[in-house]
Nanobody, 123 residues
Framework: QVQLVESGGGLVQAGGSLRLSCAASGRTFSSYAMAWFRQAPGKERELSAAINWSGVNTHYADSVKGRFTISRDNAKNMVYLQMNRLKPEDTAIYYC????????????????WGQGTQVTVSS
C-alpha cells in the first residue's frame, strides 16, 4: 500500500508556471506506475500525465501535451508535474495517483489517491 501527499498548487496568471510535487510513503514506490489526474468544477476527473515505474515512459493527455512534464525520483519517493504556459482551462484540483506498474496509460489502473491540490489560473 502507498500513501500520497501533493503540494505546490496555487494561483498563477495565464502563461505562468507551477510545479506540483507528490510525496509517497512506503518502501515499494518503484513498484507503481504514477500519474496526475485533474478534476475541474462540474467535470469528471481525467488523466493528465502518467509515468511508468522506471520513469522511462510517459503519457500525456492531448490537452497538456507539450506544456506539462511528469517525472519521478524513485530514490526520494517523489513524483513531479511541471506545468508551463498555463491556461485558465487548466484550473482544477490535481490529484497524484499510484497504480499497476504494467499499465500506466490506463486510468482504471490507478487505485491509490492523494487528497488533491488546487491549481487556479487567472486570465
Amino acid at each position: 500500500q502507498v500513501q500520497l501527499v501533493e503540494s505546490g498548487g496555487g494561483l498563477v496568471q495565464a502563461g505562468g508556471s507551477l510545479r506540483l510535487s507528490c510525496a509517497a510513503s512506503g518502501r515499494t514506490f518503484s513498484s507503481y506506475a504514477m500519474a496526475w489526474f485533474r478534476q475541474a468544477p462540474g467535470k469528471e476527473r481525467e488523466l493528465s500525465a502518467a509515468i511508468n515505474w522506471s520513469g522511462v515512459n510517459t503519457h500525456y493527455a492531448d490537452s497538456v501535451k507539450g506544456r506539462f512534464t511528469i517525472s519521478r525520483d524513485n530514490a526520494k519517493n517523489m513524483v513531479y508535474l511541471q506545468m508551463n504556459r498555463l491556461k485558465p482551462e487548466d484550473t482544477a484540483i490535481y490529484y497524484c495517483a499510484a497504480g499497476n506498474r504494467n499499465d500506466y496509460r490506463t486510468p482504471a489502473s490507478y487505485n491509490y489517491w492523494g487528497q488533491g491540490t488546487q491549481v487556479t489560473v487567472s486570465s
